[in-house]
């Protein structure tokens, strides 16, 4: 991209801090950002959010690296995880409670955002399976554990538009574009 995309900002907010914040405000704790490209800038711009913070020492990595850093720190009390992306623009804090309350009293270990055919995040995964993710290494880890666990897995669908993900200059270009077009009407 040219630069740390979670450092990105909406409205003045970079995207981390946003994500995080949407997370506070969904409920969730304790909100763990795994650090990876320039983590003091990152930490800045989380300043008065109340967050704990871990490394990935190698951020270019796979998905899983970032994964396993954050369940490593959470404590034993913690019952699930919900995976949340900074680069996914159009999670709402909505969405986050959704896969919240969708859990809670049921039987399912996984709740996943389905967007049309694609599951991605925010997932909540039962503590029962951490030791699946951890041993779990590489791209993907959320859609092959949501397989594997199928009969365990509720699915909440959103719109196909909230599956907005910047990877990409040329990503956040569109979704800058997108946004601006709308707010001018």
Known sequence: MGT??????????????????????????????????????????????????????????????????????????????????????????????????????AEALVAASRYGDVVAPPVRFHRALFPEVLAFNGDGCVRAIVRRHAAETLLLSWPESALTDVDTAEDWARYRSRVEGAGDG
């Open 4 to 105: 740390n995309k979670l450092l990105l900002e909406i409205d003045g907010e970079p995207l981390v801090r946003r994500a995080a914040r949407r997370a506070l405000e969904a409920g969730l704790s304790p909100v763990v950002v795994v650090l990876g490209d320039e983590p003091e800038r990152v930490r800045a711009a989380m300043a008065d959010l109340p967050c704990v913070f871990a490394a990935n020492p190698h951020p270019g990595g796979p998905t899983s690296d970032s994964l396993h850093r954050g369940i490593g720190v959470l404590p034993e009390e913690v019952e699930a995880a919900v995976v949340v992306l900074a680069d996914m623009v159009e999670v709402t804090v909505e969405m986050l409670r959704g896969v919240t309350e969708a859990a809670a009293g």
